[in-house]
Every structure is written in C-alpha cells, then in structure tokens.
C-alpha cells in the first residue's frame, strides 16, 4: 500500500519568536526528527511543505531522501499548506497530515496508524491519547479533492466534522501524539522530557 506523509512546516513560528523547525532537538533539528520518524516507517513518500524561512529548513533537510514542496502563499494559514501538500500525493493510496513540530512522533506511530488503516473500512484515523485527538491523521487519498475546496477560516477541521461516520479512532498508550511546540516554554519542557528519557 502506497502511503504518503505530509509534514507541514510552513509557518512562521511568530509564538515562539524564532523558526521552532530549527531548534536542536535529538542531536539535530526538530524538523529532522519528524522527517525521520516518517522515513524510517511504512511511509513510501515523506513531504515537506515549507513556507517561512523555506531556504533554512529546506538546507536543514536536504540530505533526506524527502519531497520538499514551498507553499509561496503559507501566510493565507496552514489549510494552504495542507492543500500543497495534498497536490502532490494525491496519487498515493492515502496520506498522513502532520505538523513539522511534533518531534516526539515515531515511527511505530505511523506504523500503527497504517495498520488500523489496512484493517478498516473507514478512510480517517485518528490516534487519540485518553479520547483526546491528536496528530498525525491518516486519510483517504478520495478526500483529496474535498481537502482542495475546504473553508481556510475552519481549515481540516472541516473535513472531519462532514465525514464524521468514516472515522476511525485508534487509542494509543502515549500522549506524544498529543505534544507539539509553539511556545519558548513548551521547547522547554520538550527537552527536559528528551532527556528524561533517554
């Protein structure tokens, strides 16, 4: 089965008052990290969706067997990076949709979330952690068009509250699907984990 995953990192980081793609995390970048949960799973195409400081996080990345697609038009909100992305795997069988700051994905994440897909008849999944809903989403390359047409003001929010009886929740046992950075204090406390953990 051909699975694509889309990796936004378009934005403009503007809460964290620096690109929060490019800080070090793991002994490399945060964008890296999530590159490279994607690459070494079942994904069979890895895109990136670059936008704001595009040139640094494409140069961060370049040496990573992905797909980097530059959304000029990232200031209209992340929908706009969703929909570039989406152009270009729509082709695949499904695609995954996944904010570039979440570093503590991994690949037996998306290996999971493949599989709950593989054994469904549904065409959204959802790994929630306690009920709560988090990234990344896997969906049905049918609703690329869908995606194509989506209000920008409601986003890929939109999606899931027309389709809701086509989707699959799959409950995992770890809340990093739920862990994501967009503050200084949240990169604080992301590091401080790492490092517990390891």
Do not use: W
């Not at 140069?59 to 989406?86: C, R, T, W, Y």
């Amino acid at each position: 089965m051909n699975i694509a995953c889309i990796i936004l990192a378009a934005g403009k980081s503007s809460r964290m008052k620096q690109q929060k793609m490019l800080l070090p995390f793991s002994g490399c970048s945060v964008i890296e990290n999530v590159c490279k949960a994607s690459i070494f799973s079942e994904v069979k195409l890895t895109i990136v969706v670059s936008g704001s400081n595009g040139t640094q996080i494409q140069q961060a990345i370049k040496d990573l067997p992905i797909q980097i697609v530059h959304n000029a038009e990232f200031e209209k909100g992340m929908l706009s990076s969703v929909q570039a992305g989406v152009e270009e795997a729509k082709e695949y069988d499904a695609f995954f949709i996944l904010p570039g700051d979440q570093p503590f994905i991994t690949s037996p994440i998306f290996d999971q979330l493949i599989s709950t897909y593989q054994s469904s008849d549904k065409g959204l999944i959802v790994p929630t952690f306690k009920g709560k809903k988090g990234h990344p989403v896997l969906i049905n390359s049918s609703y690329a068009e869908q995606i194509m047409h989506l209000d920008h003001n409601i986003g890929l929010r939109q999606l899931f509250h027309e389709n809701q009886t086509d989707i699959q929740l799959l409950e995992l046992d770890s809340d990093e699907i739920l862990i994501d950075i967009d503050h200084p204090e949240d990169y604080t406390e992301a590091l401080k984990r790492f490092n517990n953990e390891t």
